[in-house]
């Protein structure tokens, strides 16, 4: 089986939007909309290997606290496994956001299927956290994820894998945002551990 998953923020724009639009006086917010799409290898544990398109819209609203550093998002995540599966996330993200780097958390629910990798379907939660460094329109971001899953199936036992992680699964990421205003382009490098194999891929992200 080829587990194909999304990790979270796979250079997710929007992460990182600045709000803009004044709120109650101390909030600041703003809604966005950000397309995405990413070109994958999955490589399964018995060395099989596919390449898929994942491809989504992503919705929700950022916001800052003014009289703090604190800003997060809250975003509902709609993704295609092309040619079959699709992933659906609920989720909210926090952390310090400065003018030249930032550290953000959060939770992550999730179901997704891929019924092209045989991939059963099954609920989730990422738990991610995403550091970038640079000023506000042009930076660089790392980041990791650990995921519970509600499927045993599909659990990593990590006692029979070579990969280091921690969870039921285990995800890193690489890329860069660029950002003019409302428009922002990322570009990011991804990889996953599952239980059914390691999914590897490169992603990009437009957004206004």
Same mark, same amino acid.
């Given at each position: 089986m080829i587990a194909v998953l999304?990790? %979270? &923020?796979?250079?997710?724009?929007?992460?990182?939007d600045k709000p803009r639009e /004044?709120?109650?006086?101390? @909030?600041? @917010?703003?809604?966005? $909309?950000?397309?995405?799409?990413?070109?994958g290898?999955?490589?399964?544990? *018995? &060395?099989?290997?596919?390449? &898929?398109? *994942?491809? =989504?819209?992503?919705?929700? %609203?950022?916001?800052?606290?003014?009289?703090?550093?604190?800003? =997060?998002?809250?975003r509902a995540r709609a993704g295609l496994? #092309?040619?079959?599966? @699709?992933? #659906?996330?609920l989720g909210s993200f926090l952390g310090p956001v400065t003018e030249y780097w930032s550290v953000q958390a959060g939770v992550d629910p999730f179901y997704n299927v891929n019924t092209n990798f045989q991939l059963d379907g099954s609920f989730?939660?990422?738990? /991610?956290? $995403?550091?970038?460094?640079?000023?506000q329109n042009a930076y660089l971001l790392v980041g990791v994820t650990s995921a519970w899953l509600a499927d045993t199936d599909r659990r990593v036992d990590w006692d029979r894998r070579q990969e280091i992680g921690f969870g039921h699964e285990f995800g890193w990421q690489l890329? &860069?945002? $660029?950002?003019?205003?409302?428009?922002?382009m =990322? #570009?990011?490098?991804? +990889? +996953?551990?599952?239980? =059914?194999? %390691?999914?590897?891929g490169l992603g990009a992200t437009i957004g206004f």
């Open positions: 999304a990790l %979270v &923020g796979a250079a997710e724009a929007g992460f990182l /004044p709120f109650r006086g101390r @909030y600041a @917010y703003a809604p966005y $909309v950000d397309p995405y799409g990413s070109l290898l999955y490589r399964a544990s *018995n &060395g099989a290997s596919a390449i &898929g398109l *994942n491809l =989504g819209l992503e919705g929700g %609203v950022s916001y800052k606290d003014l009289e703090s550093i604190l800003a =997060g998002k809250t496994f #092309l040619p079959g599966g @699709y992933d #659906l996330r989730g939660v990422d738990f /991610p956290v $995403v550091a970038t460094l640079g000023p890329g &860069g945002m $660029v950002q003019s205003g409302r428009f922002h =990322g #570009l990011s490098y991804s +990889r +996953r551990i599952t239980a =059914g194999g %390691v999914m590897q």
